[in-house]
């Protein structure tokens, strides 16, 4: 009874005062929210208990989008009439420092949970079961672009190389220093593919030469190129950048 | 004549539900973030000629902006969700929001640019705001949808196509986040025209008209 008495009077002899004060309130709790984003979203990223956070769901994400990943689900394939003219280079480098490799000497090197683990040349590779594929990259920018690549099933070629496919995970070393690895359950889906073609030609340097593992159930920068070495393994391999904060899975 | 005015300053009342507070703050927390670090991934390859200024995003760069935006999403689906549950069980949108016509929201809309639209009782949303609301639940929910069809283009493959594609998709979330920031703005600038809504929206009580 006291207080709400109290409340009356006061509300009564300072209206305006409480005005003022709300409105006072109202714009330091408004500029404060807005500090939140005007700190440079660097420094509320970089703070070691955010950064915690933000990783651990970005963890949780890999769980959700594994669980939603769909072994018989394809991706919508496109007419020829729909590639993209002129495909766009994407790199951690520019179009300049792209990574020569030669074919020649190539040898694909194989690791891990596979039963033979001889290396593979680049005619031994193509004279694999070819198939093609007009599908859209997706890149974690944004962008996005369709274009036409060929080559073999990669589930075909861990079941030639007798990869233990209860295994967790397939890694890849690239000869441009990138490395990145993949879950089984997308190694195995029936649109991944160890591409040597893009466009009907052979692989050229800049979209991978020789090879390019091909998903087109993830973002751009889960597809190696310049493929050295695969190995399968149960223990996380990480990837150039999932290890800097892009979420590993990454699927489409 | 004093005695009768001060029972009146008395009268107070509950305007919103204690859960319409909560989902609106974590709504309002969830909203900034989702738009803050949008804006940074739609600079790392923008739909239009222009960007967004780095200072008013988060996220520092864009795998920051993405950590940001893929776990702040859990957050805006599901308190959107809990939020529309209420809404629509309680009783509180048929309540509040309804009913609505676009003769009544244009007059309103109109009153309110020559500022002359009374606001005396918060208990009660004149046409103008129902719109708004409505407005912004819409463009949540386009917002909430556009996102899960560019997130998952191959997986949820019908949605997007129902978007007109990822390009489209693109888009239908660019243009609906633009309509909700719109909608924000002109909201925060009518809490600050009338800033004893402010207050109101964390205690829930305002002073009935009578």
Known sequence: MKKRGMEGSLSEQSASLIGKIERRLFLKQGLSLGALVLLSGCEVTEDEGVQKILTGMSRWNDGAQSWLFSQSKLAPEYPESAITKSFPFNAFYGEDEITEVDGKSYKLELAGMIREKKSWTLPELYALPQTSQITRHICVEGWSAVGKWSGVRFGTFLERIGADTSAKYVGFKCADDYYTSIDMATALHPQTLLTFRFADQILPPKYGFPMKLRMPTKLGFKNPKHIMAMFVTNEYPGGYWEDQGYNWFSGS | ?210
């Open chain 2, 1 to 210: 004549m004093k005695e009768v005015q001060k029972d009146r300053a008395e009268e107070w009342t509950i305007i919103h539900p204690l859960a319409v507070r909560i989902t609106h703050w974590i709504n309002a927390f969830a909203i900034l973030i989702m738009v803050a670090s949008g804006w940074r991934i739609y600079n790392a390859a923008p739909l239009f000629p222009f960007k967004i200024p780095a200072d008013l995003t988060l996220g520092g760069w864009l795998g920051g902006a993405l950590q940001w935006h893929f776990a702040a999403m859990w957050l805006l689906a599901i308190n959107g969700l809990a939020y529309l549950v209420y809404g629509i069980v309680s009783g509180h949108f048929r309540r509040k929001l309804l009913p609505i016509s676009p003769k009544a929201v244009i007059h309103d809309v109109v009153e309110a640019l020559r500022g002359k639209l009374a606001h005396d009782d918060l208990s009660m949303y004149n046409a103008a705001q129902r719109s708004a609301y409505l407005a912004i639940i819409v463009a949540g929910i386009v917002l909430v949808f556009s996102g899960l069809a560019i997130w998952k283009p191959v997986q949820v493959q019908e949605l997007t196509a129902i978007l007109g594609g990822y390009e489209g998709a693109r888009v239908v979330h660019f243009v609906a986040m633009a309509l909700l920031v719109l909608i924000v703005l002109v909201h925060v600038f009518m809490v600050i025209l009338v800033p004893r809504t402010f207050p109101a929206m964390f205690t829930g009580r305002a002073k009935r008209a009578s």
